[in-house]
């Protein structure tokens, strides 16, 4: 699957949107990515259940990224825990062409990679499993990639453990994307009350209405 252009609106969990916003504000000084000692978004501690960090070896071809960090859920997920252990391995070679691609995009990329892909639960329940990338820099190279990982059933509740790893059926993706749009944060605004001043919602016959707007 190609990787489709997209702007920061593309991802749906509120969570995932915090974690971004965090990463485009520090993007916008430079237009580049952070480093990731600056990186401190607000409820971190909430979101570190479904975070994994990464540190990113650029000495050869092709990436290697190696797990710094993981959450309990990813844990759980895939059945053991990763740490300090290659990414590539970790996932093993069944799953590694389903999800080092979207890796390495990242890291080649520099930028935020978001992708969304079905699995199955071990009772046959159709999972989403939505991934956000975030990189990071250090002397101009990718160095760093924090995982925001989050998965959602339409039907309810799913079972969580050995998700990616409980059954025969491969992860079946949905979505790739690069968010290379966009790439600024904007608080939502408010439209002060005087900003606009309407006369007449409903004029009398032959009477226009107008409205004004005030600079």
Known sequence: MDFASAGPSIVKSIRQRDL?????????????????????????????????????????????????????????????????????????????????????????????VYSVADVDDIYGRVVAYERLLLPFLTDDKVS????????????????IKNLMRGNDALPRPKLRAVIDRDLYHRAPGRIAAADVVEFSDQPAPGVATEIIELN
């Open 144 to 159: 760093h990639v924090i995982a925001s990982l989050k998965a959602f059933c339409e039907d309810g509740g799913f079972e």
């Open 20 to 112: 971004l916003n965090t990463w485009l504000r520090l993007y916008a000084r430079q237009q580049i990515a952070p480093a990731i000692w600056e990186y401190q978004p607000a409820r971190l501690e909430e979101e570190l259940s479904d975070l994994i960090y990464y540190t990113v070896d650029m000495s050869t071809p092709t990436p290697h990224l190696m797990i710094q960090s993981e959450g309990s859920r990813i844990s759980r997920a895939y059945g053991h825990t990763g740490k300090g252990v290659f990414l590539d391995d970790y996932v093993g070679p069944r799953l590694a062409p389903f999800v080092m691609p979207i890796y390495h995009e990242c890291v080649a990329r520099g930028l935020p």
